[in-house]
């Protein structure tokens, strides 16, 4: 992967409400901000005609379909959001479950009381 080093000036308000979510979810600031704007372009690529984001011909056929994300055509922006995304859900769906087995462990232990 190429990396390329970008001067970014930012209020400090807006630096350290990242600093600040940053830590919160246990990742560098660099890497919030580049998920912040791999998100933003995702949005925009699904809202704003393809020529604005691609360059593509504003006469492009009405039923030229969009790269997959998972396509070989898809950019590696897109895909680390959805890699984001997946992963975000992968969390939340383990906590669930775990915490859906502790509840009927909790109540299972309540029952063997009352009966026993």
């Known amino acids: 992967m190429n990396k390329s ?6 209020q400090p308000s807006l630096m350290e409400e990242a600093k ?23 949005v925009l690529r699904r809202e704003a005609p393809r020529s604005v984001i691609s360059g593509a ?3 492009a056929p009405a039923g030229t379909k969009r790269p997959s994300v998972r ?8 895909a680390a959001a959805v ?3 997946h ?8 906590l669930f479950w775990v915490g ?4 009927v462990a909790g109540l299972v232990g309540v029952l063997l009381r009352v009966i026993l």
């Open 57 to 59: 011909d504003a006469g």
């Open 100 to 103: 859906q087995g502790a509840l």
């Open 83 to 85: 890699a984001m995304r």
């Open 71 to 78: 396509g070989e055509d898809s950019s590696p922006v897109e």
């Open 87 to 94: 992963a975000d859900l992968l969390k939340w769906s383990f």
């Open 20 to 42: 600040k979510v940053a830590k919160a979810e246990g990742i560098a600031v660099n890497q919030l901000i580049n998920v912040a704007i791999a998100e933003k372009l995702s």
């Open 5 to 10: 080093n970008f001067a970014l000036r930012l």
